[in-house]
């Protein structure tokens, strides 16, 4: 699986932004699709999470500001973004999981960067 993300760039906080995931190589329904930021000096961590089926999972900083979906047709996923604030600049990762038997594989896009002003 290949990932490229799309979407990033330069926003006043409150705005908002979409990122998109495109993947190829492989039948993306049966991946989870995710959302990961890292900050300068921090950890990568979890912003959002989807099912091939549409379960959500979010990071509690991002709930009610942030909307993750797919669109399993166009083997994309989406991260709606809104009333961003500073504390949201990371580059942003997509990520996709396969579920194994006994492990899972990850594969990861090269990243986006998303920049909020204040």
């Known amino acids: 699986v290949q990932l490229q993300a799309f979407g990033g760039g330069l926003v006043q906080a409150g705005g908002s932004l979409r990122l998109s995931c495109v993947a190829s190589?492989?039948?993306?329904?049966?991946?989870?699709m995710g959302w990961y930021r890292q900050a300068p000096g921090k950890q990568r961590e979890l912003v959002a999470t989807?099912?091939?089926?549409?379960?959500?999972n979010y990071a509690d900083s991002v709930k009610g500001r942030f909307t993750i979906s797919r669109d399993n047709a166009k083997k994309t996923a989406y991260l709606q973004m809104n009333s961003l604030k500073p504390e949201d600049t990371a580059v942003y990762y997509c990520?996709?999981?396969?579920?194994?038997?006994?492990?899972?594989?990850?594969?990861w896009g090269p990243g986006t960067q998303v920049t909020v002003s204040s």
């Open positions: 990520n996709a999981r396969k579920s194994l038997r006994t492990y899972d594989v990850d594969y």
């Open positions: 190589g492989s039948i993306f329904s049966t991946y989870a």
């Open positions: 989807i099912t091939g089926g549409g379960s959500t």
